[in-house]
């Protein structure tokens, strides 16, 4: 199976799973607090509408809500994702026994058209030699395509490159990338002045992450924001963010730096005034609702 239907098959299974447990994706979102339209992606196959280590990180956070282990739910994940280099590994091993029988084979022919001259009684002194150069002649070739074909193949070592290895490299390439563009940018969202505006929330970029904000209950942003990008937002009371990478962003209210639980890869959502961080934790609701 091709990994693209591989990948259909796991959505159609997380979907099947959720709707069989009685929970609907408005249920998932007061979990997880991820969008729904990355939830509907997620049922739909649709895995590159983010970075990929963000896309893991919904997938195990959306499998613990419909009741699944995320990790084995991840571990499946990534099996898939991997499935077309462990075919062709198993494709190549497959027409190194093929070639390697087809010798054999034809050496026992050979053998025992040998054999049988041997039988015939002939013990012509010129036969006999014409019999020995023939078995010397097919012995070296034989020689010949072990050694030029076989034991090659037999030894080749197909290595894979770890997709956390692959993520890391990926993940430098797009910070490099961005950074020779946008250092030291800073971008400001406003709805009101700045100067007018009780709170001014600057959020910092220092690793790659997904951010969703609003600011006294209205959403002003929801953006992937990369290292060394800078985004202004005011307020006169209150914000809530909810972060895809909670090791990724710095947090300054009003010029002050806020210390809050970070994690790489980890999910938080904050409510955040001018007293400091709260933390917003939902329980996960079971099939029953409760």
Sequence with gaps: MEQSEGLKEFSKKLKETREANGIDLSQVFEITRIDKKFLQALEEGDFDVMPEVYIKAFIKEYAEAIGLNGEETLKEYNMIKQGPLEENNIDT?????NLSSGTQQKQFIDSSVNEEDQLTG???Q???KRVLTGIIILFI???IIYFAFLKNDSTEIIKETPYTEIISKQDSTV????KT????KTETVTGNKVNGSKLLLVVQGIDTSWVRISADGKLKGEFVIYPGIKKEFPAEN????LIGNSAGVELILNGKKLDFYKRKG????LFITENGVKYIRLKKKTSNGK
């Design 266 to 269: 980890r999910v938080r959502n």
């Design 141 to 143: 070739l034989a020689a």
């Design 93 to 97: 091993e497959q027409e190194t026994d």
């Design 175 to 178: 910070k490099k990338n961005v």
């Design 238 to 241: 209150n914000f809530n963010l």
């Design 122 to 124: 002939n013990k012509n």
């Design 181 to 184: 563009s946008v250092e030291n």
């Design 126 to 128: 010129f036969q006999d």
